[in-house]
């Protein structure tokens, strides 16, 4: 059936461009009625029979079947396999999925050459990716704010895209972009962030924390993301503890690990009373193993996972 594709993987950003791609293709013979259906949300009979119509508009169809990994019962695979077979010709059926595999059902009716697992990529393609979309923009930055910037975003070019060209508008264009300029923009352009999280968490305000979570977690925020910028903040932490050891840091020398704003300086000296360094290297392992841990475990036990999470790096 070389009208079904399958488009699989963690990487949104690239897979979004292959359906971008996919369309235009059709659209190059004329505009498709579009249509996407969430597998989460949908039921299978629903889908089937929206397969076996015909459009009263146009002269093809888009059918977009999103998080397709959801569809596992073998009677609602045989239902929709069922209805693909009889399905016109000039529709196009997609299934989309962040997971690498769905139905096998599903898969076998798909030609080789139509399905494609977007991976995430590598850490040294992604600090490639973030200098290339500066570069390309006529910018410039530099290689801590690429680190900044690849540790608290979301690890797909989606998500990357989006931040990069949000800095783009808002940050000064006669410099190259700095770790501060990142560390600000991200902190700041939300009314709550990882940023306000960990300062409620080295604070030690419980409730403060629990609902600066809650509202992360309400909005959609991904635990991947909150984890990229708590983990910084623990590391720049570290650095201040160290450069704490014998003296007051200077401005110079704060300014040389991110830390520049008199808020932040205010901020980390208030934790540097709370936590040592070997407290901050505890709080990095926790969060990486409460990283680990949720994108193993799936989206059903996110919220409980990250409550875990607080109750254990608050306690004292």
Sequence with gaps: MNNIFILLGPEIGKKKDEITKIKNRISKKETPEETSYYATE?????????????????????????????????????????????????TKLLFVSDEIKIAAGFEGCCPRENK????????????????????????????????????????????????????LLFLPKDRPVTEEDVVQWLSHNREESAFTLFYSIAAGDREKAAEILHSLLSRKE???????????????LRDYLELSKHTEPDSFELKKIGLSSPKAKDYYAAASKRYSSKDADACLALTAEYDILLRSSGTALTDILMYMYLLKIMQP
């Design 42 to 90: 949908t039921p299978a009979a629903q889908i089937a029979e929206a397969l076996m119509n015909q459009s009263l508009f146009a002269g093809s169809r888009l059918i977009i079947i999103k998080c397709a990994e959801q569809i596992k019962k073998k009677e609602d695979v045989s239902m929709i396999i069922s209805s693909m077979e009889n399905m016109d010709p000039n």
């Design 116 to 167: 494609i697992i977007f991976y995430e990529m590598f850490e040294r393609e992604k600090e490639r990716w973030v200098r290339d979309f500066f570069t390309r923009e006529g910018a410039k930055i530099d290689s801590d704010a690429v680190t900044a910037i690849l540790e608290m975003v979301e690890n797909n070019t989606e998500s990357m895209r989006k931040e990069c060209s949000r800095l």
């Design 222 to 236: 991904s635990p991947e993301k909150i984890f990229g910028g708590l983990a910084w903040c623990f590391r720049k």
